[in-house]
Antibody, heavy 117, light 112 residues
Framework: EVQLVESGGGLVQPGGSLRLSCAASGFTFSSYDMHWVRQATGKGLEWVSAIGTAGDTYYPGSVKGRFTISRENAKNSLYLQMNSLRAGDTAVYYC???????????WGQGTLVTVSS | QSALTQPPSASGSPGQSVTISCTGTSSDVGGYNYVSWYQQHPGKAPKLMIYEVSKRPSGVPDRFSGSKSGNTASLTVSGLQAEDEADYYCSSYAGSNNFLVVFGGGTKLTVL
């Protein structure tokens, strides 16, 4: 059974940093592109970052230069380093498995990040 | 403001069919056959219902179908059931020189 379990969320002050983790199991982690998608309370979904099987990374303009996605295949783990956090980054962050061109077939339960003073 | 436009709400009675639209541009929906649809119940993670415009993942009922015409994609739910009441989000691949995924703002489907 495919499982994705996020951790690392919490309360952080504006300008601060946080590192999210996602533990994967039930599939060959190294064979899939992986993603982070976030959702502010009561709002829609926003794709945040992607990492390919070769370690290539991609970001939308809203987080580029502030967020860094990485993976450690030996540990079946995905990470998201978030720096220079803003109030607008407050959201539930989901780890998701990619199927190729932008579809996500498995999602974790999410971890809440709150940016507030 | 979301990149893809969805109606905020839709509704239908049990057994009826309802269609939710998702309008983008030639740079996303119209440019690629990589439109996906997700169902999200309150407090839960999204669930993939349709990918590559009209394909259903294993386990998704065939009551759910997808299509696309030009810059607009659609999700049709036939034979509405109470458990279909949820938020539905469309997404599209939008990268040309770079990988990019854009989502719609979501549609709240109410089963009357």
């Amino acid at each position: 059974e495919v499982q994705l379990v996020e951790s690392g969320g919490g309360l952080v002050q504006p300008g601060g940093s946080l590192r999210l983790s996602c533990a994967a199991s039930g599939f060959t982690f190294s064979s899939y592109d992986m993603h982070w998608v976030r959702q502010a309370t009561g709002k829609g979904l926003e794709w945040v970052s992607a990492i390919g099987t070769a370690g290539d990374t991609y970001y939308p303009g809203s987080v580029k230069g502030r967020f860094t996605i990485s993976r450690e295949n030996a540990k079946n783990s995905l990470y998201l380093q978030m720096n220079s956090l803003r109030a607008g980054d407050t959201a539930v962050y989901y780890c998701a498995r990619g199927t190729g061109f932008g579809s996500f077939d498995y999602w974790g339960q999410g971890t809440l990040v709150t940016v507030s003073s | 403001q979301s990149a893809l436009t969805q109606p905020p709400s839709a509704s239908g009675s049990p057994g009826q069919s309802v269609t939710i639209s998702c309008t983008g541009t030639s740079s996303d929906v119209g440019g690629y056959n990589y439109v996906s649809w997700y169902q999200q119940h309150p407090g839960k993670a999204p669930k993939l219902m349709i990918y590559e415009v009209s394909k259903r993942p294993s386990g998704v009922p065939d009551r759910f179908s997808g299509s696309k015409s030009g810059n607009t994609a659609s999700l049709t739910v036939s034979g509405l059931q109470a458990e279909d009441e949820a938020d539905y989000y469309c997404s599209s691949y939008a990268g040309s020189n770079n990988f990019l995924v854009v989502f719609g703002g979501g549609t709240k489907l109410t089963v009357l």
